[in-house]
């Protein structure tokens, strides 16, 4: 096997655990949340923050540096057409994503000290929460469109 195209399933595989960790994250959190139960909220709380650190950061940090090696590999240029605005998407989507790092551990948090103390989840939890959900949103139409522009690989 070429190294391109080592480098290239690389590249689909990080996206892909990339993308089907966080559909599936949110999914999981967000059927949770609305369901109401403290011990189900901590549950998929403590699920959500480890898998985001065994599943997400890998592929946040290899989906660059295999698209970087690609972009160098292939002859694009990197800093103009396609492979720009897909970069810029996907920083985008990574400014989402901190601050959801650090919302989610937080809500892990407040979800554990509900469930111990058997009362129902703070207000606090619920503003986090909604914070959660928004700032998902842009960051998954970011990476819809970055899908988008690998795949088309559009031309001015």
């Given amino acids: 096997m070429s190294w391109y195209l080592f480098v290239k399933w690389l590249h689909i595989l990080s996206a892909t ?3 089907g960790t ?7 959190k967000w059927i949770n ?26 592929a ?4 660059p540096l295999s698209g ?12 103009s057409g396609w492979v720009f605005a897909s970069m810029l998407l996907y920083a985008l989507a990574g ?4 601050p959801v790092v650090w ?14 103390a058997g009362t129902p989840l703070p207000r606090l939890y619920w503003t986090y929460a909604r914070c ?3 700032l998902g949103v842009p960051a998954f139409v970011a990476l819809m469109l970055v899908y988008w522009l690998m795949v088309a690989k559009p031309t001015p």
Avoid: N
């Fill in 68 to 79: 970087l090696a690609l972009a160098h590999l292939a002859g694009y240029p990197i800093l």
């Fill in 60 to 63: 946040v940090i290899v989906q």
């Fill in 132 to 134: 959660w959900f928004w």
């Fill in 103 to 116: 919302l989610q551990i937080r809500m892990r948090s407040l979800a554990r000290l509900a469930d111990d």
């Fill in 33 to 58: 949340d609305r369901g109401g139960e403290v011990r189900a909220i901590r549950l998929s709380a403590e699920k959500t923050v480890l898998a985001d650190w065994l599943f997400t950061t890998p």
């Fill in 22 to 28: 966080g559909i599936g994250i949110a999914f999981f």
């Fill in 95 to 98: 400014a989402c994503w901190l």
């Fill in 17 to 19: 655990i990339l993308f």
